[in-house]
């Protein structure tokens, strides 16, 4: 008797994992191209996903192990993409960014061009944050992260954005202690004035909460070259490339960079493209590129006026700079393990194994292409990046082409 | 001066005044060399089209661009009127009590319009007479998009399904008045839609539009078990109203137009004759292969197509019109019959014939498309896709003479001329 109870035993420890084996996958993408940057990975991998998160990455992995299969043979696998500027506190208010309809509803813009994850670029600060929380970010599927404005209402409009009494290091600091998984740094931007306060104030809450300080123009009083130089590195200054009247450019009127902007860079100051409607110039990122200054991240800049501009989608703005030079490695790191590390945050940006599976899988389109930049000048180029798949934690958020759907039965 | 030397005088005098007129008549925007189609007005041909302020001013053969400010080479892509969406829920807001009506199921339209070449929306009864203020001053005012609305047969509209089930909420004559003696400009026509109960709503909903002279849109989609498509389609729409969702497989709550052996059941064609307009209003839950597929083999065309645009749809099989007009060019609509049924079909349908055409006069909104060649794939709300060789991609979009998308930068000039400048 116990003979065989022992026998039924050793059978049935042997057949459960069987069993559960033939499901062990919710989702294999087979024969992708995969770039994984932080992981250094450019092969053709399989990745198996379970449970929302990355199972696996090997090769040749069985197709009997999966409940869902994906060709994505021709494609590029990448991690979910990282756009780290953006407008997302959308609401109902006109004329504003912060709860207004200048901001946009993320979701409607990211899965269509690869993105999984966005950083507000400090449209809530920490009074209207926990509006920001509730109505937009606790209601997305696309994990939205914040940079906090100093200034207390966050794109509230003028003069409300003006008021230095407003900006307080204190209370910034403490709303991003009190929300450690969503506010990943400071953000300064939008003021007129001549003095420097606002400034320290932002980089007071940055250093307090360890975070680093994001820094978007707006600041027509305070010299590019000091603003550099205050600045920390692994801060963030963000709308590099634009030529606007209300800040110094880049690059100088003979076509060089300037001396004091790539001591920055070697300083470790991390330049953010910040397209929007105005902040992105080819006569400014193409001399800058072909001098060593080329962007540690993407930020489109997502708002309602540079939607449908030149910027159109973060995809857009990658296609930009491999038409410009860059390699595509470059492109997919600056795009993924770049953002991910200028925010402090390891766990995304890369398909390590255990990682939530954000997954972007991509098309590289051959053809006759042009891009458009903030001054409605035009690069011509012969490649594309298209979005073919997203995944968001494991779930199926954009299929472009069916690519994961069944062919009808007719 | 004599009378008959007078007369002459006059003549050259006018004759001058003509002339100097059309010398006077710069063209800002002329788009060259690219194949019009233009349904309302026949033309399915290569043309080019002068914008002048926000009106089209000349269609015609080779038009000399030496009076054009802006020439823009369309060679080889289609131009065709801005498209009308004549199905989207764009009532969007921040009321977490609320899905449809001032909720964010809505979407603000501006962001999926231009990108797809449309340029008229028509929102599909978010809002009903209580709340359309609200809609007209949060969205409708603040869109670069036209947007058109159908008012909703329920005064909240969509706040929650349960508001929509409230019959004495359903006022024909306060509807009337809103559409007639307040917003005539604005709304073209009354919803009836998520009601689960007999023929009550639609019949409010044709007495209000008899009150106002407009059509009325059901949505049939949630009874249980379904109420006759029949009897709604010979008894109590008139010719001219529409029904949407046409291809909806959900046979438990909506009687389907294709019966479950494939056929088109008899009525739907007589329906169609009387007058009835189908509209595809595809949305995240209203588009299925297996109706849509047979339907098209057997002749049955839906009247217009039209995306049912809101959160739930945009990332799904439906992802937006472009992509539903490929869709039928893949199952073997002819671009010209795609474009009719989402330029003059729908202008028609909501007595707007000023819309969705190219006429001269008429403002200048007009899509140019590229058709691309390549493998695609195509979804529908079951997961079921067909495959495809052809894709609708919106090159250029203009709304009232302004570009408003464009996508390879056709307009744009080369970016060193910037440099050259110098």
């Not at chain 1, 230095?164 to 929300?179: F, I």
Request: neutral net charge.
């Amino acid at each position: 008797m116990n003979k065989i109870a022992f026998v039924v035993g050793v059978l049935c420890l042997w057949f459960v994992p069987v069993i559960s084996q033939a499901q062990q996958y919710d989702l294999l993408i087979k024969n992708g191209r995969v770039i994984d940057p932080k992981n250094h990975i450019d092969s053709i991998l399989d990745v198996a996903i379970a449970k929302g998160r990355i199972a696996k990455v090997a090769k040749n992995i069985s197709v009997s192990e999966t409940t869902k299969l994906v060709d994505a043979t021709g494609l590029i696998v990448t991690p979910g993409l990282i756009d780290i500027h953006t407008h997302v506190f959308v609401g109902s208010k006109p004329d504003k960014f912060a709860d207004g309809i200048y901001s946009l509803s993320p979701d409607d813009f990211t899965f269509k061009s690869g993105v999984t994850t966005v950083v507000d670029a400090g449209t809530s600060g920490w009074r209207n944050f926990p509006v920001f929380k509730s109505q937009v970010i606790d209601k997305s599927q696309t994990r939205i992260l914040a940079f906090l404005n100093i200034a207390g209402g966050g794109m509230g409009g003028d003069p409300g954005q003006q008021d230095v009494n407003d900006m307080d290091s204190k209370m910034t600091a403490l709303t991003v202690e009190q929300y450690p998984e969503v506010i990943v740094g400071i953000k300064i931007g939008h003021f007129e004035g001549t003095e420097w306060t606002p400034f320290e104030k932002a980089l007071e809450a940055a250093k307090k909460s360890g975070k680093p300080l994001f820094v978007e123009c707006h600041l027509p009083q305070l010299s590019l070259e000091e603003q550099l130089s205050r600045m920390r590195p692994g801060d963030i200054i963000t709308h590099s490339f634009e030529k606007v009247s209300e800040r110094m450019t880049v690059v100088d009127e003979q076509g060089r960079v300037r001396p004091f902007v790539m001591e920055a860079k070697n300083k470790g100051i991390l330049f953010d493209v910040g397209h929007g409607g105005a902040g992105f110039w080819f006569s400014q990122a193409i001399p800058a590129f072909k001098q060593g200054l080329s962007p540690n991240s993407f930020g489109s800049d997502l708002h309602r006026f540079s939607m449908n501009a030149g910027m159109k989608s973060m995809l857009n703005i990658m296609a930009k700079y491999l038409n410009m030079g860059m390699s595509l490695e470059e492109v997919i790191l600056r795009a993924t393990w770049n953002a991910a590390k200028s925010i402090k945050r390891d766990d995304l940006g890369n398909l390590t194994e255990g990682m939530v599976a954000d997954v972007s899988v991509l098309s590289l389109l051959n053809g006759n292409f042009g891009f458009i930049d903030a001054g409605g000048n035009k690069l011509e180029g012969n490649r594309k990046l298209e979005a073919e798949l997203t995944i968001r934690a494991g779930k199926i958020v954009w299929d472009l082409n069916g690519i994961a759907a069944q062919k009808l039965k007719e | 001066m004599s009378k008959p030397r007078r007369n002459i005088f006059t003549g050259i005098l006018l004759f001058l005044v003509c002339l100097h007129s059309l010398q006077a008549q710069q063209i800002d925007i002329l788009l060259k060399g690219g194949h019009v189609i233009d349904p309302k007005n026949k033309i399915d041909t290569v043309m080019d089209i002068a914008i002048t302020g926000n009106k089209i001013s000349q269609v015609a053969p080779n038009i000399p661009g030496s009076n054009a400010k802006k020439i823009i080479d369309v060679k080889g892509l289609f131009v065709t009127p801005g498209i009308i969406d004549m199905h989207v829920h764009v009532f969007n807001g921040t009321d977490p009590d609320a899905y449809i009506a001032n909720g964010s199921t809505s979407l603000p339209p501006d962001g999926f319009t231009f990108r797809a070449g449309v340029t008229t929306v028509v929102d599909a009864g978010s809002s009903g007479w209580r709340n359309f203020r609200l809609f007209k001053k949060q969205t409708i005012d603040r869109s670069q998009t036209r947007v058109l609305a159908l008012l909703n047969i329920v005064g909240n509209g969509m706040t929650s399904r349960f508001e929509e089930q409230d019959v004495t909420d359903m006022n024909p004559v306060q509807t009337a008045h809103m559409i007639k003696r307040l917003f005539p400009d604005i709304i073209v026509g009354i919803k009836a839609a998520h009601y689960w109960g007999d023929f009550t709503q639609v019949d409010r909903a044709v007495e209000a539009g008899n009150f106002a002279n407009v059509p009325v849109m059901v949505d049939f989609g949630e009874h249980d078990p379904p109420n006759s498509i029949e009897a709604l389609f010979m008894k109590h729409l008139r010719p001219g109203d529409i029904f949407t969702h046409t291809f909806s497989y959900g046979p438990a709550n909506r009687e389907t137009v294709v019966d479950e052996n494939g056929k088109v059941k008899p009525f739907i064609f007589e329906a169609q004759k009387r007058g009835i307009i189908f509209d595809v209003g595809h949305g995240g839950g209203a588009f299925s292969w297996r109706q849509a597929v047979p339907s098209m083999q057997q002749g049955f065309k839906p009247n217009v197509i039209s995306t049912d645009l809101h959160s739930e749809s945009m990332n799904s099989g439906m992802k937006d019109l472009s992509n539903l007009m490929s869709k039928f060019l893949n199952i073997g609509m002819t671009i010209q019959d795609v474009v009719l049924r989402a330029t003059w079909n729908p202008a028609q349908t909501i007595k707007r014939p000023d819309l969705g055409n190219l006429s001269v006069g008429a403002e200048a909104d007009i899509a140019v498309f590229n058709i691309r060649k390549g493998d695609f794939g195509f979804m529908d709300i079951r997961k079921t896709k067909i495959k495809g060789t052809q894709k609708l991609e919106t090159e250029l979009t203009i709304r009232a003479g302004k570009i408003v998308w464009d996508l390879n930068g056709l307009s744009a000039p080369m970016w060193d001329t910037e440099l050259q400048k110098k």
